[in-house]
């Protein structure tokens, strides 16, 4: 079935590395998704990484994907009181072409200074 | 390159009224989604177009309608509001078959009374 799962918060300080867990369903053929969410605002993508790889970096962002644990999990390095905001972990499979997303329930992190 | 436009940014509505919701893509992206946003359901995804044919739907009543347009913009329609349909409407866009991610934009916050 179509399920991903997330923490609900995360509290860190400025300066400090935020991790932030997906865990999702299993398919071979699997886009998965970091989106950012601020107060009053759309969706915003922040990376995706293909269920073929293991880890993507853009930045200060780092992306592990474990597919034996069926675990995603979004690392911020240098956290700043701008990355306050909701985080979206999110799945499109092969088999509805990619073209839906399944979202989790979101991880609000709060940055404090 | 202009983002995903959505109008109107906020809408109040009377239950038992309908409503339309736009949604402009990318230039140049051809598939259109929409997903609703609440506090207890989370992020749903509604529907998905693509060269004006709907190529997924979500579990939403038949209710909730959308098309597309030869020039990519999407409209989708909810007849006979309810209360339960207050929610912020996101429409996202993508080049291809999304895979890539889709970019969304600020959505409609729609209030039902």
């Known amino acids: 079935g179509e399920d991903v799962e997330q923490s609900l918060f995360l509290s860190v300080r400025e300066g400090d590395s935020s991790v932030i867990n997906c865990t999702y369903t299993d398919s071979s053929s699997t886009y998965l998704y970091w989106y950012k969410q601020e107060p009053g605002a759309g969706l915003q993508l922040l990376t995706y990484i293909f269920s073929n790889m293991d880890m993507k970096q853009d930045q200060r962002l780092t992306v592990l994907l474990n597919k034996k644990d069926k675990h995603l999990s979004l690392r911020i390095a240098d956290t700043q009181t701008g990355d306050s905001a909701i985080y979206f972990c999110?799945?499109?499979?092969?088999?509805?072409?990619?073209?839906?997303?399944?979202f989790g329930t979101g991880t609000r992190l709060l940055v404090s200074p | 390159k202009a983002g995903v436009t959505q109008t109107p940014r906020y809408l109040i509505k009377t239950r038992g009224q309908q409503v339309t919701l736009s949604c402009s893509p990318i230039s140049g992206h051809r598939s259109v989604s929409w997903y609703q946003q609440t506090p207890g359901q989370g992020l749903q995804f509604l529907f998905e177009?693509?060269?004006?044919?709907?190529?997924n739907k979500g579990n939403f009543p038949g209710r909730f309608s959308g098309r597309q347009f030869s020039n990519s913009r999407s409209e989708m329609n909810v007849s006979t509001l309810e209360l339960g349909d207050s929610a912020l409407y996101l429409c996202a866009s993508s080049s291809e078959f999304g895979g890539g991610g889709y970019t969304f934009g600020s959505g409609t916050r729609l209030t039902v009374v």
């Open positions: 177009y693509f060269s004006e044919t709907q190529r």
């Open positions: 999110a799945e499109s499979h092969m088999n509805t072409g990619f073209q839906k997303l399944v």
